[in-house]
């Protein structure tokens, strides 16, 4: 029999070690059984499959042991593998973070769920993760966040981020865009542990390229560490002709590894000798070896040790002066009598097997879901681990800005005509000036903030950078400050939106990871939110609070043409969860709801993130006058929040025109003028016609659905639309809607199901042309006449 030799533990005793490998059991125990429970005990009524991967949280269950129950301390982040969310709670439960009850709750409705969840999860939860490769990395960029936040004010509440992350996450573009981003390049409290089972979801993959991987994590500067073998094998290496297994099993491909270490020993044992380079320096190596004991040895990898893993994390964090990545080699459905089979990943155990299961972890009969005893000495090691991460989650000191410091409106003078785009950059030149919310202003742009208007900000507060930079353009003039250092509040990134995207998710949960309030805005051009859509989608599930800002966007950034003319994008800011989409026209617009948006990100508990799309377009700002005067400037600003006003009312601006030829005109954005414009020639010839301003299609969608919701659950019925009910009276209900965007038609036309009314849609539902921006509404339908035309269809199509 081949012993491990004692005190071969590395820097973990001996005793201590044999307690960390009974928690280690007892997890493996907790998470297959939640797994088996949720699918073969439970009542499933309507026969969906349940699932739960007890494979791929087995093969990081000695990873899981290592981390929460020694290595890590009070103020580490982690996200873990999205798979191992049931062995995440096993250990939540030991630790006494996650009642009972929830074990047999796995993937029940309100019960744990499927991927680790801060917002739905009852157990403390840094990063949510799913199955796209994000939760990897965003425990990076929460690390530039976190020196960010500390080199400004000095204290934060977190120390190391840490992603535990399986290999085939490493196939992800969006890791590699991370490795890659120089603000991430020096993090040394950065520790990416990959699980290396070498299996995807179907089957066992040929060839990992480890090595490769590994050369790629150097090249950019990071610090790999290998965890590649056990204890027991390394010292049946170092017995006389070790060298020669050693090289049997490095050489041997993933399929003939995952295959040998589920046959029989004396099956191995054949394999082993007869296809290796030095066949008779195997046998030698094994000849003491039992039959009974080969397969289990050839299974001692280093991610399944304990000691080996402690030590490689030791050595991580030695490492200060970039991130670290440790490639602990493991065996997918490690302990279970499915591990390493290619078809695992979806694979339940059987009763049959269970039972066994339960003997050999020596789990005591009738207490399957039992913590340890209270005297036991794993039950005190488990709460001496608890105690000393006591405060991973404590609340940060209370945010320095709270909504009501941030006031309605700036009292800025509009210029006579401007963009949308230009009136963001006059603002926050001016939000700088705001006690405390101005120091917590952070911006990010991939390589387009002068391009999005962001000059006179960077001007005024610098580019950040965690070390000064020598400027070698300091002579003569220059339009632009560009001195990147520590006390600057600009991030910028090269042409990479998806981690524009992370980094906007970590700024926006700074004070809830790091004890930091920031308040970020990131700029990108308005067709590129679908390039990062994958990240904001993240970071919105994540419950970052944050400001995206699309510019310029639509066909009226005509010049440009089809690629950079953004139309399905109206329809995101309109359907994503957690987001506020507005649409402004007017830069008092710009102004309310940007204000808006930093009183959501100063309301930590309740506030959203903001989705402003805005334009290059130059818009004449008293168009907006006559509104302001009719209803009046606080009125007014509550709408706009709301979702959208009457910028021209028909029994104002045409009392005499009849009522009953009344036509709704519903626009957003930058097609303000020519819906104007089409309301004039409308009233010229005749027809009542209102212009509704919708500067939050979202807010208005969201009105309706909710009101419908209400009534749905009351039983009741109603008319009751939210606020556009307001800005549609009772007696105009079933007046036509014709829709104007330069985006897709799609973006309105819901408008018309709050009441029953026709609508006629105009948009573009194509990709764009290059023209002017006259031959391209033309185009596309969206003119003033075009207007004219569709309104006459709507009324046609209403009957009048």
């Not at 309706?704 to 749905?712: F, K, M, P, T």
Request: aromatic share 6%.
């Amino acid at each position: 029999m081949l012993t491990v030799e004692a005190g071969r533990t590395g820097s973990v005793p001996a005793d201590e070690l044999a307690v960390l490998e009974a928690i280690q059991r007892r997890i493996l125990w907790i998470t297959t059984n939640m797994i088996h429970h949720a699918n073969h005990v439970r009542p499933n009524l309507d026969g969906s499959k349940i699932g739960g991967h007890q494979a791929s949280s087995a093969s990081v269950i000695s990873i899981l042991t290592a981390l929460y129950f020694k290595e890590l301390q009070a103020g580490d982040r982690i996200a873990v593998k999205p798979h191992a969310s049931p062995a995440f709670h096993a250990a939540q439960y030991l630790l006494g973070n996650l009642p009972r009850k929830y074990l047999t709750e796995l993937r029940s409705f309100k019960g744990l769920q499927s991927y680790p969840s801060k917002s739905k999860d009852p157990d403390p939860i840094d990063f949510s993760t799913g199955s796209v490769g994000l939760g990897a990395v965003v425990p990076a960029f929460s690390s530039a966040v976190a020196r960010y936040s500390q080199l400004h004010f000095g204290d934060v509440t977190s120390k190391r981020f840490i992603a535990l992350m399986g290999d085939a996450e490493l196939d992800e573009g969006n890791v590699w865009e991370a490795v890659f981003e120089d603000h991430l390049g020096d993090l040394g409290n950065v520790l990416w542990i990959v699980d290396l089972n070498r299996q995807s979801l179907d089957r066992v993959v040929p060839g990992i390229r480890a090595e490769q991987l590994k050369a790629l994590f150097r090249a950019s500067n990071w610090h790999v560490i290998e965890c590649k073998y056990g204890r027991r094998l390394q010292a049946a290496f170092e017995r006389p002709n070790g060298a020669a297994l050693r090289a049997r099993i490095d050489e041997m491909s993933n399929p003939e590894y995952q295959s040998i270490i589920r046959v029989s020993g004396e099956e191995a044992r054949g394999r082993l000798i007869l296809n290796a380079s030095d066949p008779h320096g195997v046998a030698q190596a094994i000849e003491d070896i039992a039959d009974d004991e080969l397969p289990e040895l050839l299974s001692d990898l280093g991610g399944h040790d304990i000691a080996e893993l402690l030590d490689a994390f030791a050595q991580a964090t030695a490492q200060t002066d970039a991130p670290t990545v440790v490639f602990a080699y493991t065996i997918k459905g490690w302990g279970l009598p499915i591990a390493g089979h290619p078809m695992n990943h979806s694979a339940l155990l059987t009763e049959q097997q269970m039972v066994d299961l339960r003997a050999k972890l020596e789990i005591p009969e009738g207490g399957e879901w039992d913590r340890f005893e209270d005297d036991s000495p794993e039950a005190r090691y488990c709460q001496d681990a608890a105690e000393r991460l006591r405060g991973i989650d404590e609340v940060a000191p209370a945010p320095l800005v709270t909504r009501d410091q941030i006031p309605e409106t700036l009292g800025l003078r509009p210029i006579a005509k401007s963009s949308s785009q230009e009136a963001l950059g006059r603002m926050l030149t001016e939000i700088e000036r705001i006690p405390e919310l101005g120091s917590r202003l952070v911006t990010v742009a991939p390589d387009v903030a002068v391009s999005t208007n962001l000059g006179g900000w960077i001007n005024k507060v610098g580019v950040y950078a965690p070390h000064s930079s020598p400027d070698h353009e300091a002579e003569g003039p220059r339009l632009l400050r560009w001195e990147p250092g520590p006390t600057g509040q600009h991030f910028e990134f090269g042409i990479s939106e998806m981690n524009l995207f992370m980094m906007l998710g970590a700024l926006g949960t700074s004070y809830e990871l790091s004890g930091q309030h920031l308040f970020p805005i990131g700029t990108v051009y308005d067709p590129f939110v679908c390039r990062g859509l994958d990240a904001l989608i993240y970071g919105l599930y994540n419950q970052a609070k944050m400001i995206i800002v699309g510019t310029p966007s639509g066909v009226s950034l005509s010049p440009e043409g089809g690629a950079h003319q953004s139309t399905v994008t109206p329809s995101l800011g309109i359907e994503l969860p957690n987001l506020i989409f507005y649409e402004p026209c007017f830069a008092r617009e710009v102004e309310w709801t940007l204000l808006e948006a930093l009183r959501q990100i100063a309301d930590r508990q309740h506030g959203e993130s903001t989705y402003l799309r805005l334009s290059t377009k130059a818009i004449d700002q008293s168009l907006m006058e006559p509104a302001i005067a009719r209803i009046g400037e606080d009125n007014l600003r509550r709408q706009i929040l709301a979702g959208g006003y009457r910028l021209v009312d028909r029994r104002v601006d045409a009392p005499d025109l009849p009522a009953e030829y009344a036509v709704q005109i519903a626009v957003a954005g930058a097609m303000v003028p020519e819906a104007l414009e089409a309301a004039k020639l409308l009233h010229e010839e005749g027809v009542a016609a209102n212009v509704l301003n919708i500067t939050s299609p979202g807010l208005l969608y969201r009105g309706i659905a909710d009101s419908r919701r209400r009534h749905l659950r009351s039983g009741t019925t109603g008319a009751d639309a939210g606020h556009l009910a307001e800005l549609i009276p009772a007696d105009e209900r079933h007046a036509p809607i014709v829709t104007i965007h330069d985006g897709a038609s799609h973006a309105l036309s819901f408008l018309g199901s709050a009441f029953g009314a026709k609508v006629v849609p105009l948009g573009v539902d194509e990709f764009g042309q290059s023209g002017t921006r006259a031959d391209v509404y033309r185009y596309y339908g969206i003119d003033a006449e075009s207007i004219v035309t569709g309104a006459l269809l709507a009324l046609d199509l209403q009957g009048k």
